[in-house]
């Protein structure tokens, strides 16, 4: 833009009328210049657009079931009240649980007991750490039970049993293969490798057995109260 001079007749009816002096020039038109100058900057600038890019960026979720039923019912068990041993036997049961997720993902298990207190911490043939609380009876134990996972097939191939102990990042091929109420974890992979899937179906195997105590001390029936929580942590 030409900005007119002092010279310019317009310019020159203004001051000879008081309304422009000299002196003034300068200042007014440096000023008038940077006004100009601002507007057609912001002007400029108010032709932009604004992109954007959003998302969620969200790990594959898993699922654990029991397709049959998620309750081991031992039916009616008869007393004797004449049972030397300290604990009997209840006969083996099998329960499969699967494992669904969105997509491969390696995970562990753990288990937690939603009866410690009412555990019997000595049973014969049970791991005080794969022992799990079956109920009270008159404020003594009932017995207790291990779960053993026996089987596992990941999105349609076997796989072999890994656990590492509460508080360990090494996995080792784990021989007892049990749950245990101590924290300690259970995987699934080939050597000491855990494997991601997308589908796991793994049989656990249900072994209890009743104190002495539940029998010689029976006048009503008992319930067996057994319940433990199988949580899943994403490796």
């Known amino acids: 833009m030409v900005l007119p001079s002092a010279h310019h007749p317009a310019c020159r009816q203004l001051i000879q009328r008081g309304f422009m002096r000299p002196p003034l020039l300068p200042f ?3 000023s008038l210049a940077s006004l100009l100058l601002s507007a057609a900057a912001g002007a400029h600038a108010a032709d932009t657009a604004e992109l954007v890019v959003k998302g969620t960026i969200r790990p594959s979720a898993c699922l654990a079931s029991f397709p049959g039923n998620s309750v081991i019912d031992f039916g009616t068990i008869k007393s004797e009240p004449l049972l030397k041993e300290r604990f009997k036997d209840l006969p083996s049961q099998r329960v499969d649980m699967r494992i669904s997720c969105d997509g491969p993902t390696k995970i562990a298990v753990k288990a937690v007991d939603n009866r410690e207190a009412t555990r019997e911490k000595d049973i014969p043939g049970i791991d005080a750490g794969d022992n799990f609380g079956l ?3 008159r404020g003594k134990s009932i017995g207790g039970y291990a779960v053993r996972v026996a089987t596992a097939v990941a999105d349609g191939q076997s796989v072999g ?3 590492r102990p509460n508080g360990s990042a090494a996995w080792s091929s784990n021989a007892l293969r049990g749950l245990r109420q101590d924290g300690s974890q259970i995987s699934f992979g080939t050597g000491n490798t855990p494997v991601a899937f997308s589908e796991l179906i793994t049989g656990l195997d249900i072994s209890a057995k009743l104190s002495r105590v539940a029998y010689q001390l029976l006048a009503d029936d008992i319930q067996l109260d057994g319940s ?3 949580e899943m942590l994403y490796l």
Request: proline letters at 0%.
């Open 228 to 230: 433990i929580s199988i």
């Open 161 to 163: 049993i890994l656990g």
């Open 28 to 30: 007014l038109f440096s």
């Open 135 to 137: 109920g009270l009876y």
